[in-house]
């Protein structure tokens, strides 16, 4: 099992000792209605900030905000001086346009890189900010000691929050990437060629064990309450194939939230002029 828990502590540590020698570090999130899985996540990320010494504004708006009240709020911390670093929740309610708002977000204070600049950044292979879930993939295979220059590596989901990013950062680590969904024809066959599979669909025990190459590394991104409690989308059974694997709850999900606190530290160093950020 790889133990991401352990591994995300160390990051925090660093993310810690790394804060202390800068100016106080601004993280605003933006939370509109009142999800209640958006409500936990906002909470886990406000505690860590506090941890490691960021100081996180929460910004409340209810289910009834239109889109133009929304675009407003988040221009109002792009000009804040206090804040490095802005992340909207997602999903948004109905009739708020997801694409309108990440292009309103400053894309030096975009943490999250769902900005249209940042995304390009990716897809050029000059990422600036890089969704803190995909790097937390990446962070993990090289905790590990994943070879992946000439692997065979599987994603499998194509949001732009995971799938999309996950396949680039793997794509320029020098794997052979192959990105699968929904209309994918044979996911089974696909799987079973894979050195390394990303899994990343919400799909509780989708990846099972006689899908999975003996040895493969298989990371496990997903994750759904059940009445059985928190399951990702690989099946147990596939302890019994996998050389590597993430639990759920314990492996991508507390390294997805130290990997944030590393991006809002490069928020604070690109605003203070200490790490260049690209022309815009």
């Given at each position: 099992m790889m133990d991401g828990k352990a591994l995300a502590a160390r990051i925090r540590e660093e993310v810690a000792a790394e804060v202390a020698g800068l100016s106080p570090i601004g993280l605003a999130t933006v939370l509109v209605g009142d999800d209640p899985a958006s409500d936990v996540y906002i909470r886990l990320k406000h505690k860590a900030s506090t941890e490691v010494g960021i100081v996180s504004r929460d910004v409340r708006l209810p289910a009834a905000t239109t889109e133009a009240e929304l675009v407003e709020r988040v221009r109002e911390l792009n000009a804040a001086g206090s804040i490095d670093g802005i992340l909207v929740q997602l999903p948004?309610?109905?009739?708020?346009?997801?694409?309108?708002?990440?292009?309103?977000?400053d894309p030096m204070k975009d943490v999250d890189g769902l900005h249209p600049f940042n995304a390009g950044q990716l897809l050029l292979g000059r990422p600036t900010y890089v969704g803190a879930t995909p790097v937390a993939v990446l962070a993990l295979l090289d905790a590990y000691a994943v070879e992946l220059a000439g692997a065979s590596a599987v994603v499998i989901g194509r949001s732009d929050i995971v799938g999309k990013p996950a396949a680039l950062l793997l794509l320029q680590r020098h794997a052979t990437v192959t990105i699968c969904h929904s209309r994918t024809r044979d996911l089974a066959a696909e799987v079973a060629r894979a050195d390394v599979v990303v899994a990343a669909v919400?799909?509780?025990?989708?990846?099972?064990?006689?899908?999975?190459?003996?040895?493969?590394?298989?990371?496990?991104?997903g994750i759904t309450r059940t009445e059985a409690g928190l399951v990702g989308d690989v099946a147990p059974n596939v302890e019994q194939r996998a050389g590597l694997l993430t639990p759920v709850p314990g492996g991508v999900g507390p390294m997805t939230i130290a990997m944030l606190l590393r991006n809002a530290v490069k928020a604070a160093r690109y605003r203070a002029g200490t790490l260049a950020f690209p022309a815009s």
């Open positions: 948004l309610p109905d009739g708020i346009d997801e694409a309108r708002i990440t292009a309103a977000i919400g799909a509780p025990g989708l990846v099972q064990a006689d899908w999975v190459k003996a040895g493969a590394t298989v990371i496990d991104v």
